[in-house]
């Protein structure tokens, strides 16, 4: 697989709401807090949710107490479950199959969420061993998605996680080392290691940060304006009220259009090419 094919996989995983039937508004579990102005249980539609699954206050989510809202993004995996594993049928046209179809949802989502990080990885300059074992990956990833509600149900997601990220990380190790040599650093490659580091409110503007591993770390409400941040591991990290404004962030792995949805940024913040800018930065 070419790194252009690659690179176009994981720029394709987008939510494409008018092909859902607000799957978002309806599977999942909210429990109200500074997101969400009131608590929903999973299965059960938002008040919100318009006949034709749309919702009726989408402009004004964040002014009505919905923040959490225009940070969910399922990387298309609810089109897919709506089109593909479920055939276009509604859950209000055919009841029967709303329990499943709720159900299917997260782990459709889940699987979407393997696909971006496996197909980001074979984007980038990694051993022809690892590239060959991530391809497979993904090759099973894909052909997952077109199976049946059953089959989806009965899944070992746990088994799909734990050896997909075993060669993430062996990727992003790769990777960074490469980096950490090119800026000819005078720290070993273990200082480099803030994974799972609680960072919450730290003070970073301005810094070099280039091939850090923030596996998931906590850096909520931390200062990162005009912060160097490419070739930086972000899988899993809570990045909720960081300030990017200013960051490069080109090309930092594994970002997720959630993670970067619940973070602060400007127009100087420099995103990677699958990533696109919140309109709540720009105002």
Not at 79 to 108: A, C, D, L, Y
Not at 169 to 184: L, P
Not at 231 to 249: E, K, P
Request: hydrophobic share 35%; charged share 25%; glycine share 4%.
């Amino acid at each position: 697989m070419e790194k252009k094919t690659a690179k176009n996989i994981r720029e394709s995983l987008t939510s494409d709401c008018s092909q859902c039937f607000g799957l978002c508004c309806t599977a999942l579990n909210i429990v109200a807090s500074s997101d969400f102005s009131m608590n929903k249980p999973a299965g059960t539609p938002c008040m919100n949710l318009r006949s034709d699954y749309s919702c009726q206050i989408h402009s004004q989510l964040r002014e009505k107490g919905f923040k959490g809202c225009t940070v969910f993004d399922c990387l298309g995996a609810g089109q897919v479950v709506s089109q593909v594993t479920f055939n276009g049928q509604s859950w209000r046209e055919n009841p029967n199959i709303r329990k499943r179809m709720f159900q299917v949802f997260p782990i459709m989502e889940q699987i979407h969420e393997m696909i971006a990080y496996v197909a980001e990885v074979l984007s980038y300059d990694i051993t022809d061993d690892l590239a060959d074992k991530l391809r497979k990956k993904l090759k099973e990833l894909q052909k997952l998605t077109k199976l049946d509600a059953d089959y989806l149900l009965s899944l070992d997601l746990v088994m799909y996680r734990f050896s997909i990220n075993e060669l993430l990380t062996e990727a992003s190790d790769f990777v960074r080392r490469n980096s950490i040599e090119k800026m000819q650093s005078l720290r070993n490659f273990n200082e480099y290691n803030h994974a799972r580091a609680d960072w919450m409110g730290k003070k970073l503007k301005g810094k070099d940060l280039r091939a850090t591993d923030f596996r998931g770390a906590y850096l909520i409400a931390a200062d990162m304006r005009n912060t160097d941040l490419r070739a930086v591991n972000f899988i899993g990290a809570d990045l909720r009220d960081v300030n990017f404004s200013g960051a490069d962030l080109s090309t930092s792995m594994f970002l997720t259009q959630m993670q970067i949805n619940s973070a602060k940024g400007d127009v100087k913040t420099i995103l990677p090419s699958h990533i696109h800018r919140p309109s709540h930065w720009i105002h």
